[in-house]
Structures are given as structure tokens and as C-alpha cells.
């Protein structure tokens, strides 16, 4: 019997097998296309680079939610001025994704583990949205982050353990938000920050239990906020701050004996406060020591 009639009649007595034969085909195919054609660029972004070096440029794109089928081997992704509102369950396909840029969006909260598998990340923006609180875990898995700006928004609590994971953070800005004071415990675990900003809070007090864990800060901004008094334990243990900055306070009276501990300091900003007394100017008075008016 010749070759064709043994197919034709093995697909007789196996009817199942004529139809088995496209899905084969179709999943072989799938399997062998290469990865970065199952990748989608949305009609509004652009997409450059190679697999070594993947960006996507989604700024003023209107979309609503982050894109999940960009390039996985992503390494920078701008999703400014758009109108996402939540990071929940769009960040695992990224896990190589090294600078994320989230500003100018209508965000209200980070939730909790969103960030989990993004431990390349180093840089990552979410100034300017609506984000009114830290939860618990917020940036679980950003190890290697060193970069955090939360600019412009309303944060007004943070949970103690959302910055817990934060080890390699270098810069850290909450200019503009709505701290009214942390719970103990925040930067704990934060031994390399260098740069902290809370220009423009409603502070009360300096956060002197949290400021303790920062070894490593070197430029500390609290100004713009409603601090009254600077206590003498209030920097203690910031040997490495350059420079602090309490300017556009409501201080009216300063003991200077609160700044002895800072021997490294540069520059002390105390402008623009109600300051009418000042005692014991420390023995090592900063370089540059801004205090008008008084």
C-alpha cells in the first residue's frame, strides 16, 4: 500500500490525530519564535534599544494602568504624566528594570510587596501623585534602590516597616507631603543614606529616633516645616552631616549645645524662624552659619 494511503487511513482510524495536528503545529511554533517578538510596544510608547539595553518611553501616553507586555529584559520604563492609579500585579513581568520613572500620575497608594521582585531597581520616581500613606512592606525588594523620590505628594503616615527593605538607599526626598511626625523605627536598617528632604511637611519635632539610625547622612533639609524647639539629643549620632538646614521654622528660642554633636558640619540654615534668644553657640561653629534677623 503506498505511503499516502497508510496516512490517509491511520487518520481514519484515528480521527482525534487530524485535528491534534494544527495545535502541534501551533505550539511549536510559539515555542520556537524568539522571545522579544512576544513583546508589545503600545501604540503611544516608544520602544528602543536591544535586549542588552531596553527602554520604553510612555510619557503624556494616557494609558491607565502599566503596560505588561513590554520587552521582560526592560531596564528603563517613563511612565510620567499618564493616568495610573494603582501598581497591583504589573511590575512581576520586570524583574531586570533598573530605573522607573511613575511621576505626574493620579496614584493613590503603593499597596504592599508591589516592588517585590524588582531588586535591580536603583532609581525610582513617584513625585507629584496622590499617595497618602506608606503600608506595610511597601517596597519590599528594593534591595539595590538608591534613589526614592516621593516628592509632591500626601503622605501623611508611614507604616515602620515600608522602607525597611530600602538598605542601599542613598537619596530619599518628601519634600511637600503632609508628615505631621513618624513612628520610631523608620530608617532603621538605612546605614547608607546620604541625603534626606522633608522641606515642606507639618513636622512638629525633629524625628531624633529615626535620624539616629542614619550614620551615613551627610545633607539633612527640615525646612518649611512647624518645628518649636530643637532638643540637645535631637542629631545625635549624625558625625558625618555636612549639611542641615531648619530654616522657615517656628522656633523662637535655640540652644546651640544641640549642634555639638555634628562635627562635621558645614552649613546651618536657621533663617526666616521667630528666633529672639539664642545660648551657648557651640565650640565648633559650622563654616557657614545662616541666621539673619537675629
Known sequence: MPDHTRVTATTRSRPWLSGAIPVLLLLLTLVILPLESTAFCPSKCQCLGG?????????????????????????????????????????????????????????????SKNFEYQSELRTLNLSRNLVSSLHKHAFKGLTNLLLLDLSFNRIETVHPTALSD?????????????????????????????????????????????????????????????????????FEGL??????????????????????????LKHLDLSDNNLTRISHPPSNAPSKFVLPGV
Open 51 to 111: 535586549e542588552a539595553n531596553s527602554r520604553a518611553l510612555c510619557a503624556d501616553a494616557a494609558l491607565e494602568d502599566v503596560p505588561i507586555q513590554l520587552n521582560p529584559e526592560t531596564k528603563y520604563i517613563n511612565l510620567t504624566v499618564n493616568r495610573i492609579r494603582t501598581l497591583e500585579f504589573s511590575l512581576p513581568f520586570y524583574m531586570k528594570l533598573e530605573i522607573l520613572d511613575l511621576s505626574q500620575n493620579i496614584i493613590e497608594t503603593l499597596g
Open 166 to 234: 530600602l538598605a542601599s538607599l542613598v537619596e530619599l526626598d518628601l519634600t511637600n507631603n503632609n508628615i505631621v511626625s513618624l513612628e520610631d523605627n523608620c530608617f532603621k536598617g538605612m546605614n547608607t543614606l546620604e541625603v534626606l528632604v522633608f522641606r515642606n511637611n507639618r513636622l512638629l519635632d525633629v524625628p531624633a529616633s529615626n535620624l539616629w539610625h542614619l550614620h551615613a547622612l551627610k545633607s539633612l533639609d527640615m525646612s518649611l516645616n512647624l518645628v518649636e524647639f530643637v532638643r540637645n539629643d535631637s
Open 239 to 264: 558625625k558625618e552631616l555636612l549639611a542641615l538646614s531648619v530654616q522657615g521654622n517656628v522656633m523662637s528660642e535655640l540652644d546651640l549645645s544641640a549642634f555639638e554633636g555634628l562635627i562635621s
